[in-house]
């Protein structure tokens, strides 16, 4: 196997340092041919949705799971919970 070197604007090389940094992967390297392998299977996503990638956008997801975790789980029906949102939603606009 063939040896590729690459160089990479200051902004770039953040953003993968940023991603090993995240301990998905062990170096540049293994970020690289991972990116590449998705590549060729096809999962990489086509236009408009890189910044669903980003650490922040995924920091705020895990957030977001965490808080809807510690709030509980109830034993009301879900739709009388919605009907209530909607109602005091309707009420606050009135």
Do not use: C, H
């Amino acid at each position: 196997m063939g040896e590729m070197s690459f160089t990479f604007p200051p902004d770039l090389e953040s953003w993968i340092e940023a991603r090993v940094a995240e301990g998905r992967y062990a170096d540049a390297a293994d970020y690289m041919r991972d990116l590449v392998r998705r590549d060729q299977e096809g999962l990489l996503p086509e236009g408009g949705n890189e910044a669903q990638e980003t650490p922040e956008f995924i920091a705020w997801v895990r957030e977001k799971v965490a808080e809807g975790l510690a709030s509980g789980v109830i034993d009301r029906d879900p739709r009388d919970v919605l009907d209530e949102i909607v109602a005091r939603r309707k009420a606050r606009r009135a």
